[in-house]
Antibody, heavy 119, light 109 residues
Framework: EVQLVESGGGLVQPGGSLRLSCAAS????????MNWVRQAPGKGLEWISY????????YYADSVKGRFTISRDNAKNSLYLQMNSLRAEDTAMFYC????????????WGQGTLVTVSS | SYVLTQPPSVSVAPGKTARITCGGN??????VHWYQQKPGQAPVPVIY???DRPSGIPERFSGSNSGNTATLTISRVEAGDEADYYC????????????FGGGTKLTVL
C-alpha cells in the first residue's frame, strides 16, 4: 500500500525557516517524481515544487522560487522541502504527492502537515 | 500561465445529476484529472485522463473533455458526495508543472 507521511510543520515567525519531510513507503520511491502542493486555509490547491526521480530536474512555482528548496534522499525514501524567509501568506497545509508515471498529475497524496507563519 | 476556471459552487438535490465544469483555453487538447476533497482530508482522485475512474470510485462519477470545457458529472448524487472538487492539468512548464482549478463546492440540498 502506498503511503506518504508528512512531518515538520508547525508555528514559525515571519522570516523564519522550516523543513518539511515526507516519508514514502509501499512503492519504489526512487522511480517516481515527487511534488509538494499546498492549500491555504479555506483556499484551493496550489502546486509549488517538483523533483524528478533522480533529482536532475527541479521546478518551483514563482510564489516560492528563491525561498524554498526541494530535495530527496532515495536511500531513505524521503522527500524534503526547506522553506526559508517564510511569510504570512505561506500559511497552509502542505501535501506531498507522488506523480503518475507520465507526470500528468498526482496519483497519491499524503495527509498533509500544517505550517502557520505568524508572530 | 495557464488558467482553469471552475464555478465556486454547485447545488443539487439528492438523486439528481451534478455537473461541474472546468474551463481552459483548448483544454480539450490536454488530459484533465479531477479530485474530491472533503473537510479535513487530503484530495482523492475521482477521474483520471478526462474520463477514467480509479478503482473504488463509483460508476456514478464520469468525465468528459472537449473544446474549452471539461466536465465532471455525478449521477444519482448522494449526501456523501458533498465536497470540494478540483480539476487539474499538466502544464509541463518549469513554473507551472501542475495547474489546478479554483475548486467547486458541491452542496447536496
Amino acid at each position: 500500500e502506498v503511503q506518504l507521511v508528512e512531518s515538520g510543520g508547525g508555528l514559525v515567525q515571519p522570516g523564519g525557516s522550516l523543513r518539511l519531510s515526507c516519508a514514502a513507503s509501499g512503492f519504489t520511491f526512487s522511480t517516481y517524481g515527487m511534488n509538494w502542493v499546498r492549500q491555504a486555509p479555506g483556499k484551493g490547491l496550489e502546486w509549488i515544487s517538483y523533483i524528478s526521480s533522480t533529482s536532475n530536474t527541479i521546478y518551483y512555482a514563482d510564489s516560492v522560487k528563491g525561498r524554498f528548496t526541494i530535495s530527496r534522499d532515495n536511500a531513505k525514501n524521503s522527500l524534503y522541502l526547506q522553506m526559508n524567509s517564510l511569510r504570512a501568506e505561506d500559511t497552509a497545509m502542505f501535501y506531498c504527492a507522488r506523480e503518475r508515471s507520465d507526470s500528468s498529475g498526482p496519483d497519491y497524496w499524503g495527509q498533509g502537515t500544517l505550517v502557520t507563519v505568524s508572530s | 500561465s495557464y488558467v482553469l476556471t471552475q464555478p465556486p459552487s454547485v447545488s443539487v438535490a439528492p438523486g439528481k445529476t451534478a455537473r461541474i465544469t472546468c474551463g481552459g483555453n483548448n483544454i480539450g487538447s490536454k488530459s484533465v484529472h479531477w479530485y474530491q476533497q472533503k473537510p479535513g482530508q487530503a484530495p482523492v482522485p475521482v477521474i483520471y485522463y478526462d474520463s477514467d475512474r480509479p478503482s473504488g470510485i463509483p460508476e456514478r462519477f464520469s468525465g468528459s473533455n472537449s473544446g474549452n470545457t471539461a466536465t465532471l458529472t455525478i449521477s444519482r448524487v448522494e449526501a456523501g458526495d458533498e465536497a470540494d472538487y478540483y480539476c487539474q492539468v499538466w502544464h509541463s512548464s518549469s513554473d507551472h508543472h501542475w495547474v489546478f482549478g479554483g475548486g467547486t463546492k458541491l452542496t447536496v440540498l
